[in-house]
């Protein structure tokens, strides 16, 4: 990734051998940090207007305050930016929700539906363990408890693991006793299970 100021892109790993975490947004996208941001983009601004008649020493005597308001800069916006991504956090979940009988849930109906960029899905559902691995976690666990209340039984296995979006009955009863410790077969409203 890319840090971009007025038009200046900084590799991420540039600005790491400085000590600096650089946000996932450019500097124009930065909410939240207020004078500091405006600052910035002026310091960076007039620099780059400058840069055709500043010496190497000026450059190099003003690189280490225009860094150290750059860090400033970032610190706070990563600081501003976790609300932002807990909603981000909880409207994936809720969506997945929603839709999670949806045989057609991908990454990229996901991302369409709530306005994300596929880079955007993917950093906020790592948490999760990622978007497939959550959207396969849900989906077992309401399999589970479908099964558990007696919702279906053994011979509509076959539609419940086409209808949660599992390619074959056999991926999906791999994945069922990989998860439950039993193939969604043993399932029933007496069934106890730990999970």
């Given at each position: 990734?890319?840090?971009?100021?007025n038009g200046l892109m900084i590799a991420n790993s540039r600005l790491a051998r400085h000590g600096i975490a650089a946000p996932?947004?450019?500097?124009?996208?930065?909410?939240?940090?207020?004078?500091?941001?405006?600052?910035?983009?002026?310091?960076?601004?007039?620099?780059?207007?400058?840069?055709?008649?500043?010496?190497?020493?000026?450059?190099?005597?003003?690189?280490?305050?225009?860094?150290?308001?750059?860090?400033?800069?970032?610190?706070?916006?990563?600081?501003?930016?976790?609300?932002?991504?807990?909603?981000?956090?909880a409207r994936f979940k809720a969506f997945i929700k929603e839709n999670l009988s949806d045989a057609d849930l991908s990454i990229?109906?996901?991302?369409?539906?709530?306005?994300?960029?596929?880079?955007?899905?993917?950093?906020?559902?790592?948490?999760?363990?990622?978007?497939?691995?959550?959207?396969?976690?849900?989906?077992?666990?309401?399999?589970?408890?479908?099964?558990?209340?007696?919702?279906?039984?053994?011979?509509?296995?076959?539609?419940?693991?086409?209808?949660?979006?599992?390619?074959?009955?056999?991926?999906?009863?791999?994945?069922?006793?990989?998860?439950?410790?039993?193939?969604?077969?043993?399932?029933?409203?007496?069934?106890?299970?730990?999970?």
């Amino acid at each position: 990734g890319n840090f971009e100021a007025n038009g200046l892109m900084i590799a991420n790993s540039r600005l790491a051998r400085h000590g600096i975490a650089a946000p996932h947004a450019s500097i124009e996208q930065i909410k939240g940090s207020g004078i500091s941001t405006r600052l910035l983009q002026l310091q960076i601004s007039e620099l780059l207007t400058a840069s055709s008649v500043l010496s190497s020493e000026e450059a190099q005597a003003l690189l280490s305050p225009t860094l150290t308001l750059l860090k400033a800069v970032c610190s706070l916006a990563r600081k501003a930016s976790q609300p932002v991504e807990n909603l981000a956090l909880a409207r994936f979940k809720a969506f997945i929700k929603e839709n999670l009988s949806d045989a057609d849930l991908s990454i990229e109906m996901i991302s369409d539906r709530l306005g994300m960029s596929r880079a955007t899905l993917y950093r906020v559902a790592e948490p999760l363990g990622g978007v497939r691995k959550y959207i396969r976690t849900q989906r077992l666990k309401l399999a589970h408890a479908k099964l558990l209340a007696g919702e279906e039984s053994a011979r509509s296995i076959t539609n419940l693991a086409f209808d949660l979006g599992f390619g074959t009955e056999t991926a999906f009863r791999r994945a069922f006793k990989e998860a439950f410790g039993m193939p969604p077969s043993q399932m029933n409203p007496s069934t106890k299970s730990a999970h």
